[in-house]
């Protein structure tokens, strides 16, 4: 029994040392969180920018977000799709994904003398959405779909969770809670559409916008907020 605890010990170790290495870089370096929370409006900038290279031109409406990683010009779910720049997108998409688990993880620790379990859940979750993301680039929609829709489902359900619980759980003034939650809210709800194809007459890939970008516009907002928050704190 001993030697079984014992093992269980070592390998939580590497995890703890993990954890604990990110709550020095939060302690030394406080900005680095919300600066990578930040950092996630590259997401739009990118897909602008390699939306700009499709010809016939690309559709916000009709044609989806991951479109724009697809590696092959042709029909793709009874659509045309060539995406020039899709390695661009590709790795915009890894890019944000890193930046979801490790701004998630440091966000974590700046609001831990306020913590719940529900909070650490939210980051988590947000978190876990992040790995997804980064699958989502790894696999492009049209070279292992199956995998490519694992990673989307991880954000568009688990990651848009987190925020909503986030919305309960953070310690932060009452309209910051409120957008947090009504973020939540439209893109969960917005996923009770896209799941049962009832696109609204925005098409897919708006309807797959109001389930993805609220997600990243909360990063942004949640990271300006830590930012100046910090900023007023050293300049008294």
Known sequence: MREGGGTNQNCGAPARRAIGRLGDLNDGHPRVGPWLCISSAQYFIVQFLVALRWSPPYSLSKDTISDLGNTAC???????????????????????????????????????????????????????????????????????????????????????????????????????????????????????????????????GGVERLVAYPQTVWLILIGAFVLSKRWSHERR
């Open 74 to 204: 042709g029909k793709f779910n009874d659509r045309f799709v060539c995406s020039p720049l899709h390695a661009a997108m590709n790795v915009s998409f890894v890019t944000l994904g890193v930046t979801m688990v490790l701004g998630c993880a440091l966000l974590h620790h700046a609001f831990s003398s306020t913590g719940s379990r529900l909070r650490t859940l939210g980051f988590s979750l947000v978190g876990v959405g992040g790995i997804g993301v980064i699958v989502v680039g790894v696999f492009p929609e049209n070279s292992v779909p199956a995998f490519h829709g694992i990673g989307a489902a991880l954000p568009f359900v688990l990651g848009n969770i987190g925020v909503v619980l986030l919305g309960f759980s953070l310690s932060v003034p009452l309209a910051m809670r409120i957008l947090t939650l009504f973020l939540g809210a439209v893109a969960l709800l917005s996923l009770m559409f896209y799941a049962s194809t009832h696109y609204l007459g925005l098409g897919e």
